[in-house]
Each structure stands twice: as C-alpha cells, then as structure tokens.
C-alpha cells in the first residue's frame, strides 16, 4: 500500500530562523563598501578567496527567487499538482460511478 506516500515531510524539526533585533543591513552595506574602496586603493590588503563570498550572490540577482526566499515558501511543482488532480478525479469518478475501471467511451 502507500501510506508512506506522503510521510517525507513529517518528522522533521521545525528549522530555527534568528532574527537580530539590533541588526542595520544599511550599516553593514556601507562598511562593506568601504573596505571594498579601502582595498581597491591599496590602503587594505587583499582580501582571500572565500566561499562565504558567493553564498546567495545568484539568488540576489534574481527577482523571482529573491521573491521566494523572503516568502520562505517552497516551490510547487506543476506535475505534483496536476498528477494529485487526476487522482482526486479518478478517486470522485469511482466514488460517483461505483466502477473503478477507468474506460474511455467507444463513439
């Protein structure tokens, strides 16, 4: 049978999301600025490669990705949507007909 079918999402822990309250993205844009200029004048040195760096860069160049982030939703997939319709067809045609046996009409 499949009553695993729609187990994947139970039993996972609700995630954790801190939100500062003391927190200024416009404070910390600024000094991020500066030291990018500071470095690019030479008055800083060089800063090393790290992957920290690039975590998020893509999702903040697109709007529709950025969009979902801050909804915190996750995307629905259309074929997951359509294949749960045929079956809620399906299970109403068999409830409705009494004929489980799906056959389309002969014309």
């Keep these: 049978m499949a009553f695993g079918l729609f187990k994947s999402g139970v039993g996972k822990p609700r995630g954790f999301k801190h939100q500062y309250i ?3 993205e416009r404070k910390e844009k600024l000094d991020k600025m500066e030291d990018s200029v500071k470095r690019e004048m030479g008055i800083l040195p060089e800063k090393e490669f790290s992957p920290e760096d690039l975590r998020g ?3 903040e160049g697109t ?3 950025k969009r979902r982030k801050e909804s915190g939703r996750k995307p629905v997939h259309l074929g997951i949507f359509i294949l749960l319709l045929l079956g809620l067809v399906y299970v109403w045609y068999g409830i409705s ?3 489980w046996t799906f ?3 002969a014309y």
């Design 22 to 24: 003391y927190y200024d």
């Design 57 to 59: 860069k893509f999702v």
């Design 63 to 65: 709007t529709h990705l």
């Design 97 to 99: 007909t009494g004929d």
């Design 103 to 105: 056959q389309f009409p």
